[in-house]
């Protein structure tokens, strides 16, 4: 089986070569740019199965980069890994808000870098249970796994990666109180250390898709001091 094939997006040459290096090493087939055009180039003729991205670039922030790729329906599915030397919180929500499905900060350890890029792949490729996984139904949502498809009332409602799977393992198990932890856990199958912070974030936009009123929510209840519910009000 052909492995993944993974593009670098990175302006800094010796990070380039280093992490390069380590990718092929652990089995990957490694595509680089050092530039936003040449990166969107390559995602177009190649179709890479994840992005490293570098959020400091010299032509495009990478924030415009992962806009582009989440509007163009050739691209909108490709995984997307943030690299930054940024440490503020508000940058981390703000990449997970335009649908990065990561977010790691340098200087880091190639290992984890790979960790995290197996984790993603795991769940951007979705597992052969999910084909066969029947649609879940509550209320006025209907869910279908395999097609990664909610509708609310019979209308689309457009998610990233991970709302799906955030609403995915609420609609799972409806009734049931998560803890933050517990439902980072449950819909994403790893733990990330600061999720926690954005998980509120991404239910946040979740409601602004499905709920009439997202100040007074029907659906994703809030539990104060635990964590969240789907349903029961």
Excluded: W
Excluded at 131 to 137: A, F, G, I, K, M
Excluded at 154 to 161: A, F, S
Excluded at 218 to 224: D, R, W
Aim: net charge negative; glycine share 4%.
């Amino acid at each position: 089986m052909a492995s993944e094939c993974i593009l670098i997006v990175e302006d800094h040459a010796e990070t380039m070569r280093a992490l390069r290096a380590y990718l092929e090493s652990s089995g990957f087939q490694v595509l680089t740019a050092a530039d936003g055009a040449t990166a969107m180039h390559i995602m177009r003729q190649e179709k890479p199965s994840l992005v490293l991205l570098d959020l400091m670039l010299p032509d495009r922030d990478g924030m415009e980069i992962a806009r582009a790729v989440r509007g163009d329906p050739h691209l909108k599915a490709t995984p997307i890994i943030m690299l930054t030397a940024r440490v503020d919180d508000k940058d981390k929500i703000v990449g997970l808000e335009i649908g990065a499905d990561d977010y790691i900060t340098k200087p880091y350890n190639p290992r984890e870098v790979v960790a995290r890029m197996r984790s993603v792949l795991r769940r951007s490729s979705g597992d052969l249970e999910a084909e066969t996984e029947r649609v879940l139904r509550y209320r006025a949502l209907r869910l279908n796994p395999s097609r990664r498809q909610l509708t609310k009332d019979e209308h689309e409602i457009e998610l990233t990666r991970i709302e799906f799977e955030l609403i995915h393992a609420l609609m799972r198990s409806p009734e049931h109180v998560f803890t933050r932890a517990e439902l980072i856990e449950s819909a994403l199958n790893f733990q990330y250390e600061g999720m926690e912070r954005s998980l509120d974030t991404h239910i946040k936009n979740l409601r602004r898709k499905i709920e009439a009123d997202p100040r007074n929510p029907e659906y994703i209840q809030t539990i104060y001091g635990v964590g969240y519910r789907l349903g029961s009000k």
